[in-house]
């Protein structure tokens, strides 16, 4: 999980990384069968999620079940968990990617993204035609709140043949300076040169720590074509501006307001970012086409071959409900800022888990609140979490250590090639 201090203000940011499965396309059942006459339909719901610090003692999944409507009454659920750990867990996924492949599996995942997990790269899967299209649904949906969701986040979970992912969690980055005797020259939103290159000292100094590299390319693959963004050139150039980039002096001077360059704007940042917390100027870390990068941190999905679809998404259009985002423990274990922004806001609130692992309450105060709606209004570029991001970011971090030119461009190319493969096997 990325724990920025940046103000990856992906309110929540970075969970692990969600993996997917290459092998081919999918194969889609014709007409699944569906329940005997008088049977009751039967949903395998399937979870990849994160417990994290401080895990609820009790079974959030069930917990979950127990409060959508018509459960256990007009259809069943049976659960298969991924196993967070060993080889119990590689057994389970190489099972599920077997069958999906095979035109079975699970009806609905709920998943967060990670490098080991289920669905290493959802989107090349998506594109594949694993998963469901799911607007018909959608448009007959009784509870969930479509149009408060963030409409560049959701596209991201879209195909040609229509929505197929719907993103639960996300994250971004940028950097927090108290308002509180700071003003800002520059204005909104800048390219990630601009910004390198601004006279604005905290404009300048956002770019310093960036843990996050991953970000300031944008979208780093093309699924529906199995390729990088990015030449390899575009690459080292941008690397060797981010190796020179530093905290103005301004900003290190006594008295100056307090500036916070790597920071995770979320419920696990409750220390930071709370009703109590400073009014911050949240300065995002800009990518190259003007504009914020985001990450799907969490998502849900409804596989191509379930058996029962309708009975799938009636788990589905429940956890987007008020009711269900605002009070079931799963939202937590999503590990993201919620991709309907509302509730962030006193008004609604969210649960979050405490250092001592106590469930309390959490939201943004009105001023912190209307900056993310800024910084929202700025993405530009979403990835899923994926492999590709650990692979970027370590090739920063080697390079930063590395002082000779010919060894840093052998690190660009060999990371540039595992990346190119890594998308092409995807």
Known sequence: MKNRISIILTLCLLCAWLGGCGDGDFVSQVSPQGPDKGEKPNVTLCTDLHPGEGAYDGDVIQDFLDTVPGYNE?????????????????????????????????????CVCGEDGLFQYPQALMERGGFLPLDSYISQAQYMEW????????????????????????????????KEGCTLSETFPLTWDQALASQDPWVQSACWRLDCFDEVLGELADYSQDVLTFSEDELAARLEEASQATIAEEVRQEGAPLFLPDITISPSNVDMLSPKSPEYLMI?????????????????????????????FRLVDWLFSRESRENSEINIYFTGLPTDIELVQKEHTLRYIDNVSQRKKWYLGEWNYQQIRSLIGQINAVNFITPLNGEM???????????????RQALIHKHYSTMQMMVAES
């Open 284 to 312: 995002p870390q800009y990518n190259t086409s003007g504009g914020v990068t985001a990450s799907i941190t969490g998502f849900v999905g409804i596989n191509a071959n379930a058996r029962n679809p309708e009975a799938a």
């Open 74 to 110: 007009e259809f069943t659920v049976t659960v298969e968990r991924i196993p967070q750990e060993g080889t119990q867990r590689e057994t389970a996924i190489s099972r599920i990617r077997t069958e999906m492949a095979s035109g079975a599996g699970p009806d609905v995942f709920f």
């Open 147 to 178: 149009d408060s969701l963030i409409p560049v986040l959701m596209e991201a979970g879209r195909a040609e043949q229509g929505q197929m992912l719907l993103p639960v969690s996300y994250c971004m980055s940028a950097s927090l300076v108290e």
């Open 393 to 407: 970011n370590t090739l920063f971090q080697e390079y930063r250590a590395e002082d000779d030119p010919d060894k």
